[in-house]
T-cell receptor, first 115, second 115 residues
């Protein structure tokens, strides 16, 4: 089945530790995104990548880093510099130009809790 | 700066009745609007969209209405079914020369359909 796989679903981290969230897609989509969801707020864009080996900061990139070495993979690292990392993280992909403007395909999400 | 607002965090309706979910936006450059549906422990999935050249788009039990002058859109579900119980996100984008990284999401409305 085609889709987006995020892992782990739940993750606990101690303050000061970096943690990496995995996102893999087999939809052959060019673009991939990381969003953060907090209670009472809409999804906010952290980073996005339109093609392999290229990525751009979103609205709330501080304290996060990404890489896009393969088309299928877009891991997100939450660094110790992120002041409030406890949140629900969503990875998404899309294929602009397919005629379906704006439709994103989401993974099931990863919930990060900092202890 | 929340450019897309869903002012009702929750909505409860009886099975068989109409559900109306509302969304307001502030950026007049938005010209394409989407609704996503999210079940617990799953990622959001695309539901229905509308271009600003239309004022209505219908897909089965789901209809989205757009009032450009009021910068308001609504999602109607008729008849509502218990399986429609989920969180619904409104999203907006500027489609001309678009990039999905410019998509803005509302905070979501949790719909509960009671049997």
């Amino acid at each position: 089945d085609g889709g987006i796989t995020q892992s782990p679903k739940y993750l606990f981290r101690k303050e000061g530790q970096n943690v990496t969230l995995s996102c893999e897609q087999n939809l052959n989509h060019d673009a991939m995104y990381w969003y953060r969801q907090d209670p009472g707020q809409g999804l906010r864009l952290i980073y996005y990548s339109q093609i392999v080996n290229d990525f751009q900061k979103g609205d709330i990139a501080e304290g996060y880093s990404v890489s896009r070495e393969k088309k299928e993979s877009f891991p997100l690292t939450v660094t110790s510099a992120q002041k409030n990392p406890t949140a629900f993280y969503l990875c998404a992909s899309s294929n602009p130009g397919t005629g379906h403007t704006g439709e994103l395909f989401f993974g099931e999400g990863s919930r990060l809790t900092v202890l | 700066d929340q450019q897309v607002k869903q002012n009702s965090p929750s909505l409860s309706v009886q099975e068989g009745r109409i559900s109306i979910l509302n969304c307001d936006y502030t950026n007049s450059m938005f010209d394409y609007f989407l609704w996503y549906k999210k079940y617990p422990a799953e990622g959001p999935t695309f539901l229905i969209s509308i271009s600003s050249i239309k004022d209505k788009n219908e897909d089965g039990r789901f209809t989205v209405f757009l009032n450009k002058s009021a910068k308001h859109l609504s999602l109607h579900i008729v008849p509502s079914q218990p399986g429609d119980s989920a969180v619904y996100f409104c999203a907006a984008i500027r489609s001309v020369g678009y990039n999905n990284n410019d998509m803005r999401f509302g905070a979501g409305t949790r719909l509960t359909v009671k049997p």
